[in-house]
């Protein structure tokens, strides 16, 4: 079963930056490189969303549009690692950022590291 951490997560002050890791483990019929990679967030009061997606190559990513330009995700899959590099962070940067494995119908969740943004 595959197995996600996240961490990285903390406290900071509007425009500054965090560098969020992911840390996969568990492989046995398929390899992380098989896996596209996703970050969530999950602000107070509000569903989770989509924030980044990279594929199993890493040759091709996406953003959500609050976050265009301010975030980097990335790979390394000699590493079974998944990272979110923020950048210039706001107030509404503030939630649980989740890491996301998934590979046709398999899915795999971290249990999730704490961001927040506060003046």
């Known amino acids: 079963q595959v197995h996600l951490v996240e961490s990285g997560g903390g406290v900071v002050q509007p425009g500054e930056s965090l560098r969020l890791s992911c840390a996969a483990s568990?492989?046995?019929?398929?390899?992380?490189?098989?896996?596209?990679m996703n970050w969530y967030r999950q602000a107070p009061g509000r569903e989770r969303e989509l924030v980044a997606a990279?594929?199993?190559?890493?040759?091709?990513?996406i953003y959500a549009g609050s976050v265009k330009g301010r975030f980097t995700i990335s790979r390394d899959n000699d590493k079974n690692m998944t990272y979110l590099q923020m950048n210039s962070l706001k107030l509404e940067g503030t939630g649980v950022y989740y890491c996301n494995a998934v590979r046709s119908s398999r899915r795999a969740w971290g249990q999730g590291t704490q961001v927040t943004v506060y003046s």
């Open positions: 568990g492989f046995t019929d398929f390899t992380f490189s098989s896996y596209a």
């Open positions: 990279i594929t199993r190559a890493g040759d091709n990513t």
